[in-house]
């Protein structure tokens, strides 16, 4: 198994950065394909982005393009989302998720196998 724990969240004024962390352990981190979710109170779950195993592929959903950026560095054993240019509407509750398998199209409605226990990221008006 892989436990995944989600550091770098935090309070951020409209237009600010942030980058978050998700450092795994218990298993090496280029096994799985990698996702970013967040939820923000009273909504559902949503996507935000993935990388494959080689982080070669990249999938982000549309209201983060050209904002955020997903990486991973399998040294490491830790993937990242970089934010920019945040806006109070990315709000929420972010995780980290791993599956375990190759690259599949729409990495969104795919089964994630274990999960962070997520940061808050809250940004300012």
């Known amino acids: 198994q892989v436990q995944l724990v989600e550091s770098g969240g935090g309070l951020v004024q409209h237009g600010g950065s942030l980058r978050l962390s998700c450092a795994a352990s218990g298993r090496t981190l280029s096994n799985y394909v990698m996702g970013w979710f967040r939820q923000a109170p009273g909504t559902e779950r949503e996507f935000v982005a993935a990388?494959?195993?080689?982080?070669?592929?990249?999938s982000y959903t549309d209201s983060v393009k050209g904002r955020f950026t997903i990486s991973r560095d399998n040294a490491k054993n830790t993937v990242y989302l970089q934010m920019n240019s945040l806006k109070p509407e990315d709000t929420a509750v972010y995780y980290c998720?791993?599956?375990?398998?190759?690259?599949?199209?729409?990495?969104?409605?795919?089964?994630?196998?274990?999960w962070g226990q997520g940061t808050q990221v809250t940004v300012s008006s």
């Open positions: 990388i494959s195993r080689s982080g070669i592929s990249i």
């Open positions: 998720a791993a599956r375990d398998g190759p690259w599949r199209s729409a990495p969104e409605s795919l089964r994630y196998d274990y």
